[in-house]
C-alpha cells in the first residue's frame, strides 16, 4: 500500500479501524521491505535527505539548494539509508500501536537507535555550518501516523517526548 492510498483510508474510516485494519499492517510491511519512503511525509523529504553513503560535500549541497543557494535560513539533515531504516524498523516495532491507540494527535518519540547523520546549517548571506554526528533521533508522528520530522538533538524538540522505559511507553521529559 503507498503513502497516498494510507491517506485515503485515514480520512475515510473512523480512527480505531484505521489504526487496527491499515496503519500498524501498513508500518510492518513497509518497515520489513526496508520502503521508508511510504512511512514519512513530504515536509520529511523538504528538509531532509537519505544517502546510502553520507559526505560532507553532498550534505552540503543539499543545504545549498533547499537554501536557495543562501539566500534564505535552513536547516538540513542528510541521514544514511541504512539509519533510516533502523528508525522505521523501531518505530513499526516499538511505537506505532501504541501512538495511534495512545496519542491519535501530533507526537515527538526518542528512537532508541543510533545512527550516523550530517546537519548543515545555513545563515542567510552568512555561510554555511556542516555538523557530523552519530546519536538517537527523536521523531515527530502525525495523528495520520507518518513520520513528519526528526532532531539528531532532543533538546531542539518541541513538546512532550515519549520512549520506551524497559516495556512501558512513558513520557520522557
Known sequence: MTREQ?????????YD???GKYLVPHW??????????????NGFAVRHSVEGSLSKQK????????????AINFTSTSLSTDFV???????ATHIIQWHGKNRGRFTNYMVQ??????TVQCKAGEGYLTTEYRDKVVVGIDRDGLI???HGD???ADGDIYGKDGNVMRRIN
Open 6 to 14: 494510507l491517506l485515503e483510508y485515514y480520512r475515510n474510516e473512523e
Open 17 to 19: 479501524d484505521y489504526v
Open 28 to 41: 510492518r510491511k513497509e518497515s520489513g521491505d526496508n520502503n521508508w519512503g511510504d512511512l514519512v511525509n
Open 59 to 70: 550534505a552540503k549541497k543539499i543545504c545549498e539548494i533547499r537554501s536557495q543557494m543562501g
Open 85 to 91: 531504516q533502523r528508525i522505521v524498523q523501531y518505530v
Open 113 to 118: 537507535v543510533e545512527g550516523e547523520m550530517i
Open 148 to 150: 513528519t520530522h526528526f
Open 154 to 156: 532532543v533538546t531542539y
